[in-house]
């Protein structure tokens, strides 16, 4: 009589292919995220994407956890905790922030708009410092790193030399003392300049008067509690009479 055969053994290669099988069945069938796509606009500006792995009947699985990427860390990084991840502009472009978990995917656009290049208009200012003062308008122009203009980002401007003018943040130029300078103009990470001449174009009442005599003098009066001309006389008067 033949004996009966003893069952094979699996291979292992084979049994760890069926595990893994079974596995990836039970794991998400995909992976949701909030928002879909993501846009900043200036360096180091920060986005968050939530992820939501799904089973393949449609219900949540929150204890998968995601294993975030960016596709080009020159443009945007990505600092991960569980299924959330905070998205940070680097520079100027296109990126993709993925969740991979398991088999299922997720893949979230960013892109990131910096200005590159700032056009003023016009690149040379004849500035009057007048009687009541009054500021000059900056035409400026801003275009990202693709060549394409850029609109409702904020404009600094600022002169080389503060004696000669000042600069603020609406493109205004306003002129503090003869002289001449440079205008800078910042848009995020662009920057253009112009030339600034100023003229003191102010009446002889709008000057400064200039200072005579001592003008501390008054101010010892008045820390004295004397009135200059009234009957204690001046500081320097008791001052006078004590050494007698």
Partial sequence: MTPPRSPRRAHP???AAAAATALAACGPAR??????????FGRGQKATVHAVPMSKGGS????EACRWSSSDEKVATVSARHNEVTVTATGHGRAVVRCQVGNAAAEVPVAVTLVARVEVEPRALELRLLDDPAP?????????????????????????????????????VWPVGPGATTVIVQVDDGQGDAAARVVDARSAAGRPRPVTGNPMEHLDDRAAGTVPG???????????????
């Fill in 13 to 15: 290669a084979l049994f």
């Fill in 60 to 63: 949540a699985m929150p204890g």
């Fill in 136 to 172: 000059t308008s900056l035409a400026v122009r801003a275009f990202d790193g693709d060549g394409r203009e850029v609109q409702g980002r904020a404009v600094l401007s600022r002169c080389l030399d503060e004696n000669v003018c000042r600069g603020d943040a609406r493109a205004q």
């Fill in 31 to 40: 992976v949701e995220t909030d928002p879909s796509n993501v846009r900043l």
């Fill in 230 to 244: 009234g009957a204690r006389g001046s500081s320097r008067n008791q001052r006078r009479d004590a050494a007698r």
